[in-house]
């Protein structure tokens, strides 16, 4: 069964940092892009970034690029999100997403297979 889990959600100043993790299993990420997503209350889901299964190429949206990194460990499952000078703008549920794909990887939701079940970060003071 697949699975994956968020952690690292939570209370952040503005300007503050922030690691998530998305932990995988039953699955190998060398056959997985994952992706990271986010969603306010009542607005459409949105890409953040996206990392690939072989050769690690990764795509950020613009309002995160030089603030966010998106890595990956495979002996550990994991691929964790690094969020740096975090903004109110950034609050969100935090959702990572696992698409069967050997080679680049997309921010656009739909095609994604398997969904966490996401993790609450607040940027406030």
């Known amino acids: 069964q697949f699975q994956l889990v968020e952690s690292g959600g939570g209370l952040v100043q503005p300007g503050g940092s922030l690691r998530l993790s998305c932990t995988v299993s039953?699955?190998?990420?060398?056959?997985?892009?994952i992706g990271w997503f986010r969603q306010v209350p009542g607005k459409e889901r949105e890409g953040v970034s996206c990392?690939?299964?072989?050769?690690?190429?990764?795509s950020y949206v613009d309002s995160v690029k030089g603030r966010f990194t998106i890595s990956r460990d495979k002996a550990k499952s994991t691929v964790d999100l690094q969020r740096n000078s975090l903004e109110p703008e950034d609050t969100a549920i935090y959702y990572c997403?696992?698409?069967?794909?050997?080679?680049?990887?997309?921010?656009?939701?739909?095609?994604?297979?398997?969904w966490g079940q996401g993790t609450q970060v607040t940027v406030s003071s």
């Open positions: 990392i690939s299964s072989t050769d690690g190429k990764t």
């Open positions: 997403a696992a698409e069967r794909r050997f080679f680049g990887c997309t921010l656009k939701g739909s095609v994604y297979d398997h």
């Open positions: 039953v699955f190998s990420l060398d056959t997985y892009a």
